[in-house]
């Protein structure tokens, strides 16, 4: 179920205080239904933050932000939306498969039949590619494993948002590329909404849509391809930082 407007996610003046500081500064944007939308921006401008708000775990939020449909953090929101920390957090002391059939367990307590549950738990490892490391302890893999095991615990329930916070950090190309195509998968044949944070503007060319972040504020919601345009640039990077300095001179004008 989406909003009256057909959009997955709807933030209108979107404010977040974290101690005394003002992290994010009256946003407006919205994120597409069944695309994948790239979160964009250096360290430290928000990314985390902003995620957190949608899946409704971040504290002070003013403004509204509707997700599905429903206010962000709406108990009715909990299947529906899965979330990869930027610190994923696995069971060391289990294996792979272990973990997921904890999780499993935990996310459709009772719902699920123990040999749905470990379907789910099999395609979820087939899809992250883990199914050759199933018995290994989850504390003796590599950091790009242990991502792709909160990833497969995201895909247990197979969310309609999955809210992924740097999944591509530390990964080589080749697993960074197998990921990009799961993600394009989920999103053209399970019409799953992505919205996926990167420090690394090369991944911008993979999204459908971008919003380009910086100091809190949203600099552009566009397409990768619109945004070139604009900017005159052959790459996003440049339009970015075209745009930095656009917002620098506008401020400097309004002194
Ligand atoms: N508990 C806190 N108290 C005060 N400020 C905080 C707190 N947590 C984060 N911040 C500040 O909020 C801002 C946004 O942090 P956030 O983690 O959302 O950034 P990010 O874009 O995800 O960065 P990165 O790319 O490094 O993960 C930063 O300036 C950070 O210092
Ligand atoms: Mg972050």
């Known amino acids: 179920m989406m909003n009256s407007s057909g959009v997955a996610v709807e933030a209108r003046g979107l404010t977040v205080q974290r101690g005394s500081r003002t992290v994010l500064r009256g946003l407006d944007f919205t994120v597409e239904p069944g695309r994948i939308t790239g979160l964009l921006g250096p360290s430290g401008c928000g990314k985390s933050t902003l995620m957190r708000a949608v899946v409704g775990t971040q504290a002070k939020v003013t403004g509204t ?3 599905l449909g429903s206010p962000a953090g709406h108990p009715s929101l909990r299947p529906r939306v899965g979330y990869v920390t930027q610190a ?3 069971y060391t002391d289990l294996t792979v498969r272990q973990n997921l059939d904890y999780f499993a367990a935990v996310l ?3 719902r699920a039949h123990r040999d749905t549950r470990r379907d789910a738990v099999t395609r979820a490892l087939t899809e992250v590619d883990l199914t050759s490391h199933e018995d290994a302890l989850a504390g003796n893999l590599s950091g790009g494993q242990r991502t792709r095991v909160s990833l497969a615990v995201a895909l247990l329930g197979t969310p309609d ?3 992924l916070d740097e999944p591509t950090v530390g990964l080589d190309p080749v697993l960074r590329r197998d990921l990009w195509q799961l993600f394009h998968t989920l999103a053209a044949e399970r019409s799953t909404t992505l919205l996926i944070s990167s420090h690394v503007m090369d991944e911008a060319e993979r999204c459908h849509r971008l919003l380009l972040m910086r100091e809190g504020e949203i600099l552009a919601d566009d397409t990768p391809d ?3 345009t604009a900017a005159g640039t052959d790459t996003v990077e440049e339009a970015f930082l075209h745009l930095v300095d656009a917002a620098a001179t506008r ?3 309004a002194r």
């Open 65 to 67: 932000l509707q997700v």
């Open 88 to 90: 994923p957090s696995v």
């Open 108 to 110: 459709r307590p009772g």
């Open 161 to 163: 948002l999955l809210v």
């Open 226 to 228: 619109a945004l070139r």
């Open 251 to 253: 401020k400097e004008n």
